[in-house]
């Protein structure tokens, strides 16, 4: 799954691994799971959000 990808080893956005799910990672950008925001502004590498994190820890949404 592309949030414990993303989780334990953030992966660029111009990467093999988010181009070979670029599907996945759309989906779970759109659903608030990952993200590329910093506190400086957007970065490159895909992390997951709160609600990210939250996800993997329960399960659920």
């Known amino acids: 799954m592309v949030c414990e990808e993303a ?4 992966f660029l956005v111009q ?5 070979e799910r670029a599907q ?7 659903l608030g799971l990952l993200t590329t925001k910093t506190p400086d502004g957007y970065g490159r590498t895909w992390r997951p959000t ?5 996800f ?4 659920r949404l």
Do not use: I, M, Y
């Open 7 to 10: 989780n334990f080893s953030p």
């Open 15 to 19: 990467s093999n691994f988010a181009r």
């Open 24 to 30: 996945a990672v759309a989906a779970a950008a759109s």
């Open 50 to 54: 709160l609600v990210g994190q939250l």
């Open 56 to 59: 993997l820890e329960t399960g």
